[in-house]
């Protein structure tokens, strides 16, 4: 029986912690996240490649990451992979995302921009122009989710 008892004041003291602990935190607020995801083909360099992209940003938010993004890229043909930071821009249902591969060679820096309205699945369609490597390609197939707010 002292056991019951104990567990019972434990679980007790517990939750009382947690209930205080919540009250004390600030209220936070939902933040939107968008996430582009896919592969497409496209001239780079004067060569025609398969490219592909996963990048995460952080859209509207009252957090310190606002706007930031990070992922990577690739252009096949060119053995080119690269993880890629920047800043998302927009609203539901469209955004775009410049993003570049701070401190590597060869550099990507490109523009991704979604094409209204965002189906679910591979099915939505993502433009990318990218000044390194040159170039631009779309992608048909892509996954666009956006999320929160």
């Known amino acids: 029986m002292s056991r019951v008892l104990f567990v019972a004041a434990l679980l007790l003291s517990v939750s009382a912690f947690v209930t205080s602990v919540s009250q004390l935190a ?17 001239v780079f360099n004067t060569k025609t490649t398969h490219f ?6 952080e859209g509207a938010s009252s957090n310190p990451y606002v706007g930031a993004c990070n992922g990577a890229m690739y252009f096949y043909a060119l053995g080119i992979t690269r993880p890629v930071t920047g800043v998302v ?49 779309a992608s048909t197939s892509a996954v666009v989710v956006v999320t929160g707010p």
Request: aromatic share 6%.
């Open 26 to 42: 600030p209220a936070q607020t939902a933040s939107t996240q968008v996430v582009f995801s896919g592969t497409g083909s496209g």
């Open 89 to 137: 821009t927009g609203t539901k249902p469209e955004f775009v995302m410049n993003v570049h591969s701070p401190g590597t060679t060869p550099a990507v820096k490109c523009t991704l921009n979604n094409v209204a309205p965002i189906t679910s699945g591979p099915t939505n369609t993502v433009n990318v122009a990218c000044s390194a490597p040159s170039g631009s390609g």
């Open 52 to 57: 592909g992209f996963w990048i995460w940003c």
